[in-house]
């Protein structure tokens, strides 16, 4: 299996510093090797051979974040609730993914780290392919009150593709074990789904995602927002997003 090439890492000053003085709020009890991570991160990213021709930017700060980690596509802003460096870099270098993990990443174990790389690096293969499908599962998190994230399309199939990968490394056996280890010390919704997920059964990413948009008459909330005299800024990225996934040709 080939190596996808254009991987970037960078780390803040600071999280250097953290990891080298083997600081244990963000190691925990796991040995924190910089040679391993990166080599680890490398070899995931060859299971999406869609990822060779673009540039994929992993940034890891020493903030303690709300979410572990987040993709944000080329040219298009980051939010203002981000860290500050991360808008720069954007700024900076607006035509690369940048996917952001806090340290937290590091204070989980083996298999809960791979789940988490393949997870993003599946949000940047969903822009890749079908930008539409990306954009309006983003809007509906905004828009639909009732809708939990792990509901969106683009969760379920992130969530798929990590099983399908970590099954591929260790087995089915020893992922079945490890969810169940994870649900004895803690019964997070999370992994109640994620053990009863059905790699094998197709999922329409495309269709799901336009069914919940007409279910929520997601079009007309869409123009109330676009006809209002003054937007928030929440609702300007909600435009922008919408413009970017109307722009999509035959999607």
Not at 11 to 26: F, I, M, N, P, S
Request: hydrophobic fraction near 35%; aromatic fraction near 10%; proline fraction near 3%.
């Amino acid at each position: 299996m080939r190596h996808t090439s254009n991987i970037e890492l960078q780390y803040t000053t600071a999280l250097v510093e953290l990891l080298r003085l083997g600081d244990k709020e963000v190691l925990k009890s796991h040995h924190w090797d910089k040679g391993e991570f990166e080599k680890r991160i490398i070899d995931i990213s060859a299971f999406f051979p869609e990822l060779r021709d673009h540039n994929v930017l992993i940034y890891l700060t020493h903030h303690r974040a709300k979410t572990l980690a987040s993709m944000h596509p080329p040219f298009f802003p980051i939010g203002d609730g981000a860290d500050i460096y991360l808008g720069k870099l954007r700024k900076m270098r607006p035509e690369i993914f940048i996917i952001n993990f806090s340290r937290d990443i590091f204070s989980l174990d083996e298999i809960a780290q791979v789940l988490n790389y393949s997870h993003e690096f599946q949000h940047v293969v969903q822009y890749i392919t079908n930008k539409r499908c990306y954009f309006l599962s983003r809007i509906m998190a905004r828009l639909v009150v009732s809708m939990h994230e792990e509901d969106l399309p683009t969760e379920i199939d992130t969530d798929r593709a990590s099983k399908r990968i970590l099954e591929t490394i260790y087995g089915k056996r020893k992922v079945d074990d490890w969810i169940n280890q994870r649900l004895d010390e803690d019964p997070h919704s999370f992994f109640i789904r994620f053990g009863k997920l059905d790699i094998d059964a197709e999922y329409d990413i495309k269709q799901r995602t336009m069914q919940l948009w007409e279910e929520n008459h997601l079009d007309e909330e869409i123009e109330r927002i676009r006809n209002k005299k003054r937007q928030s800024k929440d609702e300007q990225r909600i435009l922008k997003m919408y413009d970017e996934a109307m722009t999509e040709r035959g999607k």
